[in-house]
């Protein structure tokens, strides 16, 4: 495996997994994880990846600008109209060589998504609702960098953020009772969570997992599933309008350019 260009393969599928196309950002998550000592089951993997980039090369993430009005409120502010939707998640355990889960993160704005994330948590949970609890965590803490983004452009939020989750015991125990949980990692962010919900800033509702968008930045899903999930979060084929002519403009096969260095590992990958 010393001669096959795994990392540069990997490196490669970074940008579009964090600019573009969401719906590999698990399973480039997965990928990254065997860097320094890949086997042939890896190789595969990642290859299958970038054939299901050829094949879906068309899609992409939209933006149209629809649906989101905002308030002047005549100082030289505005203000949003619609809240900012959070879906949070969590695959209790999912890493079978350490048990640690993996945090799922997707933001809209007026249907639009605007950030997502997959992260393996940092620590061991010891059920699934501190699994759960950890990403709600994550959810409150990007909300008050959205928030506080938004203010710097000079857009201020009216409605709080809604913070969608599928575990029912997570949500019941950030709306009421006493923290029982003994571990301090888990109890800072119950604490955290509950100030949140009770200053007004965030409101948890439920979300049933079939239509937990996050889901499908925690683990690998069924095709049926995986399509829907990915057409929820915004990533479909762009209409003939929207896309950039390419006729004459071919990029030339060069190492130093990323396009360059993906004609060149392109050639290594066995077609399917």
Known sequence: ????????????????????????????????????????????AAQRVARYLKGTKRHGLLIDGTGITFTDNGDGTETLD???IFHCDADYAGDLDDRKSTSGLHVQIAGAMVTWRAKKQGSVTLSTMESELIAIGDAVVENEYIDALLLEMGIKIAQPSIIMEDNQSAIAYTKGGKNELKA???????????????????RIEYCPTTEMLADIFTKALPADQFEYLRKGI???EIPAAFRRKREGNKPRANKTTISGEWECLNRRITPQ
């Open 1 to 44: 495996m010393k001669d096959v260009p795994y990392m540069n393969l990997v490196g490669a599928l970074m940008w579009p997994a964090a600019m573009t196309r969401a719906d590999i950002s698990e399973a480039h998550h997965q990928l990254t994880k065997f860097n320094r000592d890949p086997g042939p089951a890896h190789w595969e």
């Open 82 to 84: 619609q809240p900012v």
């Open 184 to 202: 301090r990692h888990v109890g800072v962010r119950f604490h955290y969570i509950r100030n949140s919900v009770n200053d007004g800033r965030i």
């Open 234 to 236: 915004g990533i479909s």
